[in-house]
């Protein structure tokens, strides 16, 4: 029985749709509103490290995150802005989907997306909302996360390893899962 809630929970709570608590709420409902194109993400799960929130960007510390890796937790992102260096996010927990924080992020820290291809091919794009210039398909899925080096939109840019060889490109919303606990599929 516990297993059958865990899956439903896990699946109402994927990717954007959750539930934070009272205070937040409001805030977070006038944000999506306002602004439909966030897009969740998740700090590598095999990431043991720290990273640190600013109130702004180049600002002050005024959290620091970890995965607790022990209890099977992690640490979701919602990606709201962004500039040359940093992303401003709303971060929760995997598990229950509580609000910890809202901050700022620097680019380069462990943040991670499954792919939620399995029946068809995994198309890495040169650009975002442009699928006619591809620059990689990988045929086979990859149960492996890639790691998020940027957004547009609900674009993400990453970076993957297809065939031994590493890109740098664009997957569009349907490619992507941010379950940490499931496949998307």
Request: proline share 3%; charged share 25%; hydrophobic share 35%.
């Amino acid at each position: 029985m516990h297993t059958l809630l865990f899956i439903i929970m896990s699946v109402l709570f994927s990717c954007g749709t959750k539930n934070v608590n009272a205070q937040l709420q409001e805030s977070k409902e006038k944000y999506t509103q306002n602004n439909t194109n966030y897009v969740s993400v998740f700090l590598d799960i095999d990431f043991s490290g720290k990273i640190q929130i600013f109130d702004k960007p180049e600002g002050r510390v005024i959290k620091t995150l970890k995965n607790n890796i022990n209890e099977g937790d992690f640490i979701m992102f919602d990606l709201l802005e962004k500039n040359d260096s940093m992303f401003y996010i709303t971060a929760y927990s995997s598990l229950d989907n509580t609000l910890i924080t809202k901050g700022w992020i620097y680019k380069n820290n462990h943040i991670g997306i499954y792919s939620s291809t399995y029946n068809r091919n995994f198309i890495l794009y040169k650009i975002p909302y442009n699928e006619k210039e591809i620059i990689a398909i990988d045929k086979k899925y990859n149960p492996n996360i890639y790691e998020v080096i940027d957004f547009e939109g609900k674009w993400l840019k990453i970076k993957a390893k297809i065939n031994g060889k590493k890109y740098v490109g664009w997957i569009p919303p349907e490619e992507q899962c941010c379950n940490v606990y499931s496949t998307c599929n």
